[in-house]
């Protein structure tokens, strides 16, 4: 797991969500022309300026008062409905929690993660259910039922009964959330056993950018050692090939108040030999000043990768830093504290003119606000695995309450866009089908919409081309047996095939910025691995992708609301 992102651009996330919205409202406009001229003729235009100006003026006149009596009329029917019996379905898994969680074998040495996870897994899936089905029938069972009707004939606009049941769903929900991640978080603190209740921190790390030198000591990249997965790359031990961070833009003030600073790290070993089994791979750290040409290094920075989870191990890196420990098991965590005064050998001369010298690291080794960590491995023909969240700096820590009730708050945000989205749905389609709009959206958002990041990324980088081609390409090469790295026949055929497939691809690359990106919610990976959700990278993108969508699905849902035939059934 990497809780490493990259800092959220808010400024192109605007830009890009003003060009999407005057697209969307421009096709929509068009498609709007083109149905009323086929459907009433020339008055058909004139028809939909004059919808345009109610809706302006509806929803520049809405009322506070008249938005929160519909809010509070759609609390309490959903209340009526037995909405909360899903409280009695999270309290009875909580009871039973204990006995699957637990190791008969060892109960008092589990660590926190299960506990974490299945707490914010069991209210994330169980409110999930309530916010979708509420959101997507209640505007459709009002209709079916004539309810409606009494409230559209009162001085009441279908932009404030759009908003005021958006509310009042929004209400239930959050008091279901509020109550869950209350009983969740006591919960966790009870039921983690006491020698794994240091892993609830919410660590604060600092990550910087990560540079390799090769074997021979020049600029370059890590070495693949045949892993499929390319997130590590490694350097070969007991050469000039080496790992080198840089931190920038450090609070050097804030790291004086502390008089030192922490760097924590979980690398990964690679051997070409056994060795002797329990004996880690040792790799140095090195603090590197390049504008006063000052290397720094010495026994306490020489560190063992432990890739075994032998006790002793654990216990050795629970004693160095309870909090530590990887929650797998497999690779134990450690954290290396740099007091400000740091005892050094100078090998810079002669070997017989060695000696012991002293600097202070933040007048002599941090250049300005930035500070420079080489990593060099120190067994010959082993290979230590790096990525660039393998190494950080760690600031003091904050509480296990702040990165769970900041997880609680993304989820809510999600659990708001649902609303929205099902409120939105329900506007134009009936219960069932805005439900399965709404999850769709939901499940494309979740897991595909990294796919498709992927292929499109591909698909810009690579000349408007990806490996193995578009879906006509895919068929006909899949007929033929034919591999992706394999030329297809230049002929008249397959270029029109390949011309389709691009522009499959950039309908694809539209589509996609219709669908939410429902990733930025799920901030659970920060709280069950000890870190903190952190503004610019987690919180900032699921506040902003939430605000996205209110207007433009109130305009939506207004609009279809103010369209439709409340008659029908």
Known sequence: MTTLQLPYDLLGGVLHWLAAVLVVCAVGLFVGMVVSLLTVGPRGPGLVVDVLQRGLHDMLHMSARRIGAIASLTMKESFRKKAFAVLVVFIILFLMAGFFLRNPERPDDLPAKPYIAFVLMTIRWLTLPVALLLACWGLPTDIKDRSLHTVVTKPVRRSEIMIGRFLGYGAVTTIFLLVMSLIGY?????SVPELSQPQLVSRVPVYGSLTYLDRNGEPGEGVN?????TFRSYIEGLTKAAAIWKFDNLDVERLKQHDGLRLENRFEAFRTYKGVIGQPIMFRITLVNPTKKLRVTNGDLVKGVAEFSEERQRSAALEEDPAAESFGGLRTESTISIPRTITYIDVSGDRGGDQAKTVDLF????DGNSLTVEVTCQDRDQYLGTAQSDLFIRLPDRGFASTYFKSIFTMWLMLMLICLLGTT????VKGPVATL????????GEHLRPQMDHLLKQFNENDRQVLGGGVLESVYRIVLQMNPSQELPDNPAMTIMQWIDRRVFDMLGIFRNVIPNFEYFNTAAYTANGFDVSWNTALLPAIATALAYLLPCVLLGYFSLQLRELEAK
């Not at 006591?186 to 009870?190: A, T």
């Not at 709009?437 to 494309?444: A, G, K, N, P, Q």
């Open 363 to 366: 007048d002599d080794l941090i």
């Open 225 to 229: 050692t045949g892993d499929i997965w």
């Open 425 to 428: 749905a329900s506007c134009f």
């Open 186 to 190: 006591v919960f966790i603190n009870r």
């Open 437 to 444: 709009l709404t999850f769709s959206l939901f499940m494309l």
